[in-house]
């Protein structure tokens, strides 16, 4: 069978038309609690899960301890957690307090950073809302958003399917949990 060179085309603009499509997230450079410049960018090759948090937000609260124990979890694979804290500068002081409390330490697997920005969270396409989440592919796309308090299986769903090479039915590009 031989196909015309438009259907080719149109063939060729089909298989490719997911890539096209795909948002690449913005590259943040913020630094570590050690204060350490750490970028998003750097993480490539990894799927990554970037949650915006504040220490005076009280969903965020609940959130952050079920993330961590989502980053054990994935532990031994390509999964990292990365959570922005969006605190002013003046207020950084109370967030090592509030992890210690929350019972949560940063590992290899779940980084936190400082420095976050109400813009940062915008630009991100998560409003004005905290918490938000977005979970990226190891090529730094965005594949789901996450506006309010995430649930771990909103988290699970996105991951699951991206570490199995995108099998199933794909997951939701935004949920909204507010």
Same mark, same amino acid.
């Given at each position: 069978?031989?196909? /015309? &060179?438009?259907?080719?085309?149109?063939?060729?603009? %089909?298989?490719?038309? &997911?890539?096209?499509?795909?948002? *690449?997230? &913005?590259?943040?450079?913020?630094?570590?609690?050690?204060?350490?410049?750490?970028?998003?960018? @750097?993480?490539?090759?990894?799927?990554?899960?970037?949650?915006?948090?504040? %220490?005076?937000? +009280?969903?965020?609260?609940?959130?952050? &301890? *079920?993330?961590?124990?989502?980053?054990?979890?994935?532990? !031994?694979?390509?999964?990292?957690?990365?959570?922005?804290?969006?605190?002013?500068?003046?207020?950084?002081?109370?967030?090592?307090? @509030?992890? @210690?409390?929350?019972?949560?330490?940063?590992?290899?697997?779940?980084?936190?950073?400082?420095?976050?920005?109400?813009? !940062?969270?915008?630009?991100? =396409?998560?409003? =004005?809302?905290?918490?938000?989440?977005?979970?990226?592919?190891?090529?730094?796309?965005?594949?789901?958003?996450?506006?309010?308090?995430?649930? @771990?299986?909103?988290?699970?769903?996105?991951?699951?399917?991206?570490?199995?090479? /995108?099998? +199933?039915?794909?997951?939701?590009? %935004?949920?909204? /949990?507010?």
């Amino acid at each position: 069978m031989r196909l /015309r &060179p438009s259907l080719l085309a149109l063939l060729a603009l %089909t298989l490719c038309l &997911p890539s096209a499509l795909a948002e *690449r997230a &913005p590259n943040l450079a913020l630094k570590d609690l050690s204060g350490s410049k750490q970028k998003l960018s @750097d993480l490539r090759g990894h799927i990554v899960i970037v949650n915006f948090w504040a %220490t005076w937000c +009280g969903p965020c609260q609940e959130e952050l &301890p *079920r993330l961590d124990a989502l980053s054990r979890h994935y532990a !031994a694979q390509n999964v990292r957690f990365v959570a922005v804290s969006i605190d002013e500068p003046k207020d950084q002081a109370k967030i090592r307090p @509030d992890l @210690d409390r929350l019972h949560v330490a940063p590992t290899p697997n779940f980084s936190v950073w400082t420095g976050g920005t109400s813009y !940062a969270l915008a630009s991100f =396409g998560l409003g =004005g809302v905290v918490p938000g989440t977005v979970i990226l592919d190891s090529d730094g796309n965005i594949v789901t958003r996450i506006q309010g308090e995430a649930r @771990d299986t909103d988290v699970q769903t996105t991951v699951n399917w991206l570490l199995s090479n /995108r099998s +199933g039915p794909p997951p939701p590009a %935004t949920i909204k /949990r507010y």
